[in-house]
């Protein structure tokens, strides 16, 4: 059985920053192409980033330079790193494990960034 758990969420003050990990068990994240997504109530779910089987890192462009995302293979986790939180950062976070038909997801973990 395949279970992604997410936690490292909570409120934080604009400026401020989080770490997300991704705990994998059932799948090896290192052959998967592994990211973040991130949904509100007023939006559909959008890419935040992901790594590649290679390593290669893709973000979007509203979270380019302030988020790093990484992997630790010998843990068999994912993490997200955020620095120079926005209040628009604030939603519930996803982790995703894909390789080809394959697709997981993990619970969610709620972000809040606000004063």
């Known amino acids: 059985q395949v279970q992604l758990v997410e936690s490292g969420g909570g409120l934080v003050q604009p400026g401020g920053s989080l770490r997300l990990s991704c705990a994998a068990s059932?799948?090896?994240?290192?052959?998967?192409?592994m990211g973040w997504y991130r949904q509100t109530p007023r939006k559909p779910r959008e890419l935040v980033a992901t790594?590649?089987?290679?390593?290669?890192?893709n973000y979007a462009d509203s979270v380019k330079g302030r988020f790093t995302i990484s992997r630790d293979n010998a843990k068999n986790t994912m993490y997200l790193q955020m620095n120079n939180l926005k209040p628009e950062d604030t939603a519930v976070y996803y982790c995703n494990a894909h390789m080809a038909w394959r697709d997981y997801w993990g619970q969610g973990t709620q972000v809040t960034v606000s004063s």
């Open positions: 059932g799948i090896i994240v290192s052959r998967y192409t």
């Open positions: 790594i590649t089987l290679g390593d290669r890192t």
